[in-house]
Protein backbone atom coordinates (compact mmCIF):
# COMPACT_ATOMS: atom_id res chain seq x y z
CA UNK A 1 0.00 0.00 0.00
CA UNK A 2 1.26 2.74 -1.01
CA UNK A 3 0.32 6.56 0.56
CA UNK A 4 0.96 9.69 -2.26
CA UNK A 5 3.16 12.75 -0.88
CA UNK A 6 -0.14 14.59 -1.38
CA UNK A 7 -2.16 13.07 0.88
CA UNK A 8 -0.05 13.55 3.80
CA UNK A 9 -0.39 17.15 2.73
CA UNK A 10 -3.88 17.65 2.69
CA UNK A 11 -5.45 20.66 3.82
CA UNK A 12 -7.45 20.50 7.25
CA UNK A 13 -10.00 22.34 8.40
CA UNK A 14 -7.97 23.82 11.44
CA UNK A 15 -7.15 27.10 10.39
CA UNK A 16 -2.79 27.79 10.06
CA UNK A 17 -1.43 31.21 11.50
CA UNK A 18 0.76 33.09 9.02
CA UNK A 19 3.22 35.21 10.61
CA UNK A 20 5.44 37.62 8.06
CA UNK A 21 6.72 39.95 10.61
CA UNK A 22 10.12 38.22 10.27
CA UNK A 23 11.70 38.98 7.77
CA UNK A 24 15.85 38.01 7.29
CA UNK A 25 17.96 39.85 4.49
CA UNK A 26 19.27 37.31 1.95
CA UNK A 27 22.10 39.01 0.34
CA UNK A 28 25.16 36.76 0.81
CA UNK A 29 25.51 34.67 -2.78
CA UNK A 30 25.52 31.64 -0.27
CA UNK A 31 22.29 32.26 1.35
CA UNK A 32 20.64 32.52 -2.32
CA UNK A 33 21.93 29.47 -3.21
CA UNK A 34 20.49 28.05 -0.12
CA UNK A 35 17.40 29.28 -0.88
CA UNK A 36 16.91 28.20 -4.45
CA UNK A 37 18.36 25.01 -3.29
CA UNK A 38 15.77 24.67 -1.02
CA UNK A 39 13.15 26.18 -3.29
CA UNK A 40 14.18 23.29 -5.74
CA UNK A 41 13.95 20.08 -2.93
CA UNK A 42 10.57 21.44 -1.89
CA UNK A 43 8.83 21.07 -5.55
CA UNK A 44 10.65 18.25 -6.32
CA UNK A 45 10.04 15.92 -3.39
CA UNK A 46 6.86 17.12 -2.13
CA UNK A 47 5.45 19.15 -5.06
CA UNK A 48 4.37 22.38 -3.29
CA UNK A 49 6.47 25.40 -3.16
CA UNK A 50 8.28 26.54 0.09
CA UNK A 51 7.33 30.26 0.27
CA UNK A 52 9.44 31.73 3.28
CA UNK A 53 13.08 31.81 4.00
CA UNK A 54 16.17 29.70 4.82
CA UNK A 55 19.01 30.62 5.91
CA UNK A 56 22.46 29.61 7.86
CA UNK A 57 22.87 29.91 11.40
CA UNK A 58 26.30 29.37 12.44
CA UNK A 59 25.20 28.90 15.99
CA UNK A 60 23.76 25.73 15.21
CA UNK A 61 26.34 22.95 16.44
CA UNK A 62 25.18 19.77 16.23
CA UNK A 63 21.78 19.64 14.18
CA UNK A 64 21.50 20.02 11.01
CA UNK A 65 18.90 22.39 10.87
CA UNK A 66 15.88 24.02 12.28
CA UNK A 67 12.43 24.42 11.61
CA UNK A 68 10.65 27.54 13.43
CA UNK A 69 7.37 27.11 13.86
CA UNK A 70 5.87 30.89 14.56
CA UNK A 71 7.50 32.58 11.26
CA UNK A 72 8.10 29.26 9.49
CA UNK A 73 11.58 30.20 8.36
CA UNK A 74 14.46 27.35 8.63
CA UNK A 75 17.79 27.31 9.87
CA UNK A 76 20.29 24.80 8.51
CA UNK A 77 24.12 24.60 9.89
CA UNK A 78 26.49 25.91 7.47
CA UNK A 79 28.74 23.20 8.57
CA UNK A 80 26.22 20.53 6.86
CA UNK A 81 26.39 22.32 3.54
CA UNK A 82 29.16 20.58 1.93
CA UNK A 83 27.92 16.79 2.54
CA UNK A 84 26.41 14.65 0.07
CA UNK A 85 23.36 13.83 2.39
CA UNK A 86 22.71 17.96 2.83
CA UNK A 87 19.60 17.19 0.71
CA UNK A 88 18.06 14.93 3.13
CA UNK A 89 18.54 16.89 5.81
CA UNK A 90 16.97 19.87 3.52
CA UNK A 91 13.67 17.00 3.47
CA UNK A 92 13.95 16.18 7.01
CA UNK A 93 13.32 20.33 8.01
CA UNK A 94 10.89 20.34 4.63
CA UNK A 95 8.74 17.39 6.46
CA UNK A 96 7.94 19.77 9.68
CA UNK A 97 7.50 22.99 7.40
CA UNK A 98 4.57 21.01 5.13
CA UNK A 99 3.03 18.64 7.49
CA UNK A 100 3.07 21.76 10.23
CA UNK A 101 1.35 24.12 7.23
CA UNK A 102 -1.24 21.65 6.40
CA UNK A 103 -2.28 20.78 10.13
CA UNK A 104 -1.51 17.54 10.36
CA UNK A 105 1.04 16.00 13.18
CA UNK A 106 4.85 17.77 12.37
CA UNK A 107 6.72 16.67 15.34
CA UNK A 108 9.80 13.60 15.46
CA UNK A 109 7.02 11.03 17.49
CA UNK A 110 4.06 11.29 14.79
CA UNK A 111 3.26 8.56 12.32
CA UNK A 112 2.76 11.70 9.96
CA UNK A 113 6.07 12.88 10.18
CA UNK A 114 7.89 9.40 9.95
CA UNK A 115 5.40 8.15 7.09
CA UNK A 116 6.27 11.35 5.06
CA UNK A 117 10.17 11.35 5.29
CA UNK A 118 10.40 7.78 5.06
CA UNK A 119 8.68 8.50 1.14
CA UNK A 120 10.63 11.64 0.82
CA UNK A 121 13.81 9.95 1.62
CA UNK A 122 14.73 12.64 4.14
CA UNK A 123 17.38 11.91 7.29
CA UNK A 124 15.83 10.81 10.45
CA UNK A 125 18.95 12.23 12.36
CA UNK A 126 21.64 14.51 11.98
CA UNK A 127 24.73 12.90 10.59
CA UNK A 128 27.55 13.41 12.81
CA UNK A 129 30.13 15.74 12.27
CA UNK A 130 32.58 15.78 15.32
CA UNK A 131 31.08 18.90 16.66
CA UNK A 132 30.00 17.45 20.15
CA UNK A 133 32.17 18.53 22.93
CA UNK A 134 34.17 16.45 24.87
CA UNK A 135 34.82 16.71 29.13
CA UNK A 136 38.17 15.77 30.08
CA UNK A 137 37.86 13.47 33.49
CA UNK A 138 40.16 15.39 35.82
CA UNK A 139 39.29 12.93 39.03
CA UNK A 140 40.44 8.91 39.43
CA UNK A 141 38.85 6.63 41.89
CA UNK A 142 39.42 3.44 42.84
CA UNK A 143 37.68 1.27 44.76
CA UNK A 144 39.22 -0.82 47.75
CA UNK A 145 37.73 -3.83 45.32
CA UNK A 146 39.78 -2.46 42.37
CA UNK A 147 37.33 -0.79 40.16
CA UNK A 148 38.05 2.26 38.56
CA UNK A 149 36.15 5.27 38.16
CA UNK A 150 37.01 8.46 36.50
CA UNK A 151 34.82 11.78 36.80
CA UNK A 152 34.47 15.21 35.99
CA UNK A 153 33.26 16.35 39.67
CA UNK A 154 34.84 15.53 42.42
CA UNK A 155 32.99 12.53 44.80
CA UNK A 156 32.89 13.05 48.98
CA UNK A 157 34.45 9.73 49.63
CA UNK A 158 33.25 9.61 52.84
CA UNK A 159 29.51 10.25 51.56
CA UNK A 160 29.49 8.01 48.68
CA UNK A 161 30.62 4.04 48.08
CA UNK A 162 31.58 2.22 44.51
CA UNK A 163 28.04 1.71 42.67
CA UNK A 164 29.58 -1.74 41.90
CA UNK A 165 30.32 -3.32 44.68
CA UNK A 166 29.63 -0.84 47.34
CA UNK A 167 33.34 -0.55 48.62
CA UNK A 168 34.95 2.53 49.63
CA UNK A 169 36.33 4.79 47.45
CA UNK A 170 40.05 6.57 47.34
CA UNK A 171 40.88 9.32 44.70
CA UNK A 172 44.12 7.98 42.99
CA UNK A 173 44.97 11.01 40.54
CA UNK A 174 43.33 14.77 40.50
CA UNK A 175 44.48 17.06 37.43
CA UNK A 176 43.23 20.07 36.73
Request: some cysteine; overall charge positive.
Amino acid sequence: MSIRVSNFLKKSTRPVKTNTTWQKKIGAPEQVALQKRVEQVSLSAFDRPFEHQAVFNSRLQTTGGRYHLSDHHLDFNPKMADRDDFDAIIKHELCHYHLHRAGRGYQHANQDFKGLLAQVGGSRYAPDIGAGRTVKKKYHYLCENGHEFDRVRRVDTRRYRCGRCRGRLHLVSHSN
